[in-house]
C-alpha cells in the first residue's frame, strides 16, 4: 500500500520562473493538506483540499500560490514568479477524513531551491 | 500570543530518563489535539492524539488542560530512538490542523 506520493525530491527554479509541486494522496485519501517548513522554522499551513474542492486556503499568500486537487490525478501546488523567499520543504499529506478526526500522513516533501 | 507555541528545547536526557514537554494553544474553541514526531526535517509522523481524558500508548501518556489552555507529552523510560523533535497540533479557528515549532529532544547513552 503505497504511502504519501511527492515529486519532484528536489526542484531547482531561477527567480522568475514557476514551480510545479505534485502530491498523490494514499490510495482512498481524498484530504489533501499542503505546508511549508522553511529552514529552521515549524510546518506553516498553507492549504487544505478536498476532491476537485478548495476547503481551507487561509495559509496560502495571496499571490503566486494556487493549488488544486483534481477529480483525476494528484494534487498540484503551483508558485508562479518563485523568489528566493519560496526556497523552503513543501510537504503534503493524506488523510481518510478531515484531518481533525483523521491522521495526517505525510509525504517526504519537496525542497524546492531558489537560485 | 501565538497559536501554537512550544519549547524548542533541546532537552538533553540519559537513557531511561522521564522527560515532558508542554505546548500551549490559543482558541479555546479548539477540539482536536496530536502530537506528531520528526526526524532530522523528514515527514513528520504520527506519535498520538490527545483525549480529553488522557491517554497512554506504552511509554508515552498525553495529557489535555483545556482550562489552561495546554497539551502535554510524558516519555518514560527514554531510548535513543526517542531522539526527535516532537510537534504539537492543534486545529485551528478552521479546519487547519496548525503545527507548533517544535520540541527537540536527544537522548544519550
Known amino acids: 500500500n503505497a504511502g504519501v506520493m511527492q515529486n519532484p525530491r528536489h526542484l531547482v527554479r531561477r527567480r522568475g520562473q514557476e514551480a510545479r509541486l505534485r502530491c498523490s494522496p494514499m490510495k482512498g485519501h481524498s484530504h489533501v493538506y499542503w505546508y511549508r517548513q522553511l529552514p529552521e522554522e515549524g510546518l506553516k499551513f498553507m492549504v487544505y483540499?478536498?476532491?476537485?474542492?478548495?476547503?481551507?486556503e487561509s495559509g496560502m499568500p495571496k499571490e503566486r500560490f494556487s493549488a488544486e486537487f483534481p477529480k483525476e490525478g494528484p494534487s498540484i501546488l503551483r508558485i508562479q514568479q518563485v523568489v528566493r523567499g519560496d526556497s523552503a520543504a513543501y510537504f503534503c499529506?493524506?488523510?481518510?477524513?478531515?484531518?481533525?478526526?483523521?491522521?495526517?500522513?505525510f509525504g517526504n516533501g519537496t525542497r524546492l531551491t531558489v537560485t | 500570543r501565538k497559536e501554537v507555541e512550544q519549547d524548542p528545547g533541546p532537552f538533553n536526557v540519559p537513557e531511561g530518563a522521564t522527560v515532558a514537554f508542554n505546548c500551549t494553544y490559543s482558541n479555546s474553541a479548539s477540539q482536536s489535539f496530536f502530537w506528531y514526531r520528526q526526524d532530522c526535517r523528514k515527514e513528520p509522523k504520527l506519535l498520538m492524539s490527545?483525549?480529553?481524558s488522557g491517554n497512554e500508548d506504552g511509554r508515552f501518556t498525553a495529557q489535555l488542560n483545556r482550562a489552561s489552555q495546554y497539551i502535554s507529552l510524558l516519555i518514560r523510560d527514554s531510548k535513543l530512538s526517542d531522539s526527535a523533535t516532537y510537534l504539537c497540533?492543534?486545529?485551528?479557528?478552521?479546519?487547519?490542523?496548525?503545527f507548533g515549532k517544535g520540541t527537540t529532544l536527544s537522548v544519550s547513552s
Open positions: 499529506a493524506s488523510s481518510l477524513q478531515d484531518g481533525r478526526n483523521s491522521p495526517l500522513h
Open positions: 497540533v492543534v486545529n485551528g479557528a478552521g479546519t487547519a490542523l496548525i
Open positions: 490527545v483525549y480529553s
Open positions: 483540499l478536498q476532491k476537485e474542492n478548495i476547503i481551507d
